[in-house]
């Protein structure tokens, strides 16, 4: 009896792989647009209840946080938001800020901003808001008035630092202090009667120590900015910048104020900020650009804030 090769079946050899079924197509809804929605769902509630980062695209706390710098924000520092509260929902990966209708929805908290805490905040409407036609009476550009007379409808997210709390009394006085020899002009900072020490001096910038801490301060009283067109103007444009106060902060009020102080829409112009719209503790600087992206500010990533900075004895 001869061996005779296996005829081949009719399903073919069993040494021979299985041709892989094709799977059917997905589609533009399942291939691309849900998944994208999940990715946007899931980084927004992260953003609205866990830990932030936010951009900084004015100069308003200068020298301690740059234009073009990234902050690390701690939502959890104070307490807790529901996922998307706020007046405006701000759409990551594809920047898109839209009305949100749901923020009378309630927060938990657990603590409180303390003074010299650097906050992220929605930006409260009514006290005093610069006009358009007072910023062109004040000397600036149709552009800059145009920028400068924000709407005060609370939808403006915000980063300053807390100099005071509820039921403090706050009062900014213009005073001239000499540093090695030569004058100064500057505002000095005064909550419940306690006055501010300035030491430092390093440029427009000053070191100022208040309740036991300290911080770099800017101040440009004296000096112009260049407007375009060959024009430039003096700091500041506004009174309120130099001169407050005295000002009592009702219960859970807060007083934001820009390190910048001379260049800041901040507290002296919006009024007080309440608690609940307050939105997270800034703690570092996460990464920095200098002129966009393309061009990274290696010696800002991972920066503390006021790092090095020591009380007078």
């Known amino acids: 009896m001869s061996d005779s090769p296996p005829e081949p079946s009719a399903a073919g050899s069993p040494d021979e792989p299985?041709?892989?079924?094709?799977p059917p197509p997905q589609g533009i809804w399942r291939?691309?647009?849900?998944?994208?929605?999940?990715?946007?769902?899931?980084?927004?509630?992260?953003r609205s209840s866990l830990i932030?980062?936010?951009?900084?695209?004015?100069?308003?706390m200068v020298p301690t946080v740059m234009v073009g710098d990234r902050i690390a924000v701690n939502k959890l520092a104070y307490g807790f938001n529901l996922p998307f509260n706020g007046p405006v929902l701000a759409v990551p990966l594809i920047n898109?800020?839209?009305?949100?209708?749901l923020d009378f929805l309630p927060g938990f908290y657990w603590g409180a901003p303390e003074p010299n805490d650097i906050v992220t905040f929605w930006k409260p409407g009514g006290f005093f808001e610069p006009a358009y036609e007072q910023?062109?009476?004040l000397g600036a550009g149709a552009d800059e008035a145009r920028a400068r007379a924000t709407v005060g409808d609370g939808g403006i997210r915000m980063v300053k630092r807390v100099v005071a709390g509820p039921g403090d009394v706050v009062e900014m006085r213009p005073v001239t202090q000499k540093f090695d020899g030569r004058p100064f002009d500057f505002s000095q900072l005064v909550i419940n009667g306690e006055a501010a020490v300035y030491t430092d001096k390093q440029g427009v910038e000053l070191t100022e120590t208040l309740?036991?801490?300290s911080r770099r301060v800017q101040y440009l009283r004296g000096t112009t900015i260049a407007m375009g067109g060959g024009r430039s103007r003096p700091f500041?444009?506004?009174?309120?910048?130099?001169?407050?106060?005295?000002?009592?902060?009702?219960?859970?009020?807060?007083?934001m104020i820009g390190d910048n102080r001379d260049n800041s829409q901040d507290g002296r112009f919006f009024g007080p900020v309440k608690r609940d719209q307050i939105t997270g503790q800034a703690?570092?600087?996460?990464?920095?650009?200098e002129d966009g992206i393309t061009n990274p500010a290696w010696g800002r990533f991972f920066k503390g804030f006021d790092r090095g900075l020591h009380s007078p004895e």
């Not at 703690?283 to 650009?289: H, M, N, R, Y």
């Open 283 to 289: 703690k570092f600087v996460a990464v920095s650009f």
């Open 31 to 46: 291939g691309w647009v849900r998944p994208l929605l999940v990715v946007i769902l899931i980084v927004t509630t992260v």
């Open 96 to 101: 898109v800020n839209i009305p949100w209708p």
């Open 52 to 60: 932030d980062w936010n951009d900084v695209p004015t100069g308003s």
């Open 18 to 22: 299985a041709k892989p079924k094709k």
């Open 236 to 255: 500041p444009l506004q009174p309120a910048a130099h001169r407050f106060g005295p000002y009592t902060l009702g219960d859970d009020e807060y007083l």
């Open 135 to 137: 910023w062109l009476a």
């Open 211 to 213: 309740g036991g801490v």
